[in-house]
C-alpha cells in the first residue's frame, strides 16, 4: 500500500522542460545578504529600516535552508550551499526522480508545505504585504495576538513578527494552527529556534482546539487555504475557517488585519464574480454555494491581483533559468 508521503510525491511529479544547471544560483547574487538568518530577521524588525524586496528574498531562502536543517538560522550559509540545496529539493518532484522528501529528513508531507515557500515570487508579495504594511488599524503599542491559519512551514508568521515589531508592539503573541501534525512539528520547532512563535496541530475550523490560546483582540488573521484557479472554492476550507472564527470570535476582529484582504471568485458559465472580505466574513454568498465558483484573484496590498499575477515585482531578482523551475504555489 503507498503511504501518503508516496502518495503525495506522485501527485506533484512534473516533467521539467530539460534539466537546468543545478550549480547556477537560485537568486541572483548581488540579491543575497551575507550573513545568518537571525540576523536579518532583527535588523529587519527595526522601526525605520528599509524592507527591500532584495531582502524579503534573501530572507525566504535562509528560511528555506533553516526548515530543513533547523540551526542553520544561527550561523551564515552560503548562498552556493543554499541553492545546491533548493535544487536538489526542487528535483525530488521531477518526473524520472528517484529522491524523495525523506533523502532530506522532511517527513510526511512536509515536502509539499515547503514547495509553497519555494514559490520565491509568489511568497516574497505575500511576505512583503504583510511584513511591510505601512500602517495598523489598531494600536500595538500594548500588544500584538497574531493568528497563521493553516500555517504549513511559518513563514508568515515570521512577516507577521516583523509587521508587529516593526510598527512598536510592546508584546508579540503569534500562533499558528497547522491540521498536518508532522508539518506542525518541524514548523514548531523552525519558529521556536527564532523565537517567532507557537504552532498547535488543530482543525483551524475548530477553534475550540486554539482560539483561547491568545488573549484580547487578534491584530492579524493569515489564511492561505485558497485553492488553486482550477480547483473550485469548495475544495479548499478557506470560508469554513473563517466562519468558525467569526463564530467564536467575532467581537475580537474588529480590527483585525486580514491575509488576504479579500478574494474574487468567478462562476465560470455567467462570469459573475462573487467577493469574500470581512464586510460578509469571507463567505461565498447563498446564490453561489451550490454552483462551482473559482478562485481568480486576491486583494492584496490594498490592491485587486490577479493570482496568475501575484508576485510580478519579484522575478527580476531571480534568474530566467531558474524561474522556469520553481514550484507553483498556486
Avoid at 521531477?94 to 533523502?103: A, F, L, N
Avoid at 494600536?139 to 508568521?157: C, K, W
Wanted: proline letters at 6%; hydrophobic letters at 40%; glycine letters at 8%.
Amino acid at each position: 500500500m503507498a503511504t501518503a508521503q508516496e502518495t503525495v510525491a506522485k501527485r506533484f511529479r512534473i516533467a521539467p522542460m530539460g534539466r537546468p544547471d543545478q550549480t547556477a544560483p537560485i537568486i541572483r547574487p548581488g540579491v543575497f545578504r551575507p550573513g545568518p538568518l537571525v540576523e536579518d530577521v532583527e535588523r529587519l524588525s527595526r522601526p525605520g529600516v528599509v524592507l527591500s524586496d532584495e531582502d524579503i528574498i534573501s530572507v525566504l531562502v535562509k528560511y528555506f535552508h533553516a526548515y530543513i536543517y533547523p540551526g542553520s538560522e544561527a550561523h551564515a550559509v552560503s548562498l552556493a550551499d543554499i541553492s545546491e540545496l533548493f535544487w536538489r529539493f526542487c528535483g525530488m518532484w521531477w518526473e524520472g526522480s528517484r529522491d524523495d522528501p525523506d533523502d532530506l529528513g522532511l517527513r510526511g508531507t512536509t515536502g509539499y508545505a515547503l514547495r509553497m515557500l519555494a514559490d520565491l515570487p509568489k511568497t516574497g508579495h505575500i511576505f512583503r504585504s504583510i511584513a511591510g504594511r505601512p500602517a495598523m488599524l489598531a494600536d500595538i503599542s500594548d500588544g500584538y495576538a497574531g493568528l497563521d491559519l493553516g500555517t504549513g512551514t511559518g513563514v508568515l508568521l515570521l512577516a507577521a513578527s516583523l509587521q508587529a515589531r516593526r510598527h512598536g508592539a510592546g508584546r508579540c503573541d503569534l500562533l499558528g494552527v497547522e491540521y498536518d501534525t508532522l508539518v506542525a512539528e518541524r514548523t514548531g520547532l523552525v519558529l521556536d529556534r527564532l523565537g517567532l512563535g507557537r504552532v498547535v496541530a488543530a482543525d483551524a475550523r475548530d477553534t475550540r482546539a486554539y482560539i483561547d490560546l491568545l488573549k484580547g483582540p487578534i491584530t492579524f488573521v493569515a489564511n492561505e487555504t485558497i485553492p488553486a484557479v482550477n480547483q473550485r472554492m469548495q475544495s479548499e476550507h478557506f470560508s469554513a475557517i473563517h466562519a468558525a472564527l467569526y463564530e467564536k470570535a467575532a467581537a475580537r476582529l474588529r480590527q483585525t488585519l486580514f491575509f488576504p484582504e479579500g478574494l474574487v471568485a468567478v462562476e465560470p458559465k455567467t462570469d459573475a464574480s462573487v467577493v469574500l472580505s470581512r464586510q460578509n466574513r469571507f463567505q461565498v454568498p447563498k446564490y453561489y454555494r451550490n454552483v462551482n465558483v473559482y478562485p481568480r484573484a486576491i486583494i492584496i496590498e490594498g490592491r485587486l491581483t490577479a493570482l496568475t499575477r501575484l508576485g510580478k515585482d519579484f522575478p527580476r531578482l531571480i534568474p530566467p533559468q531558474v524561474r522556469r523551475f520553481l514550484p507553483r504555489r498556486w
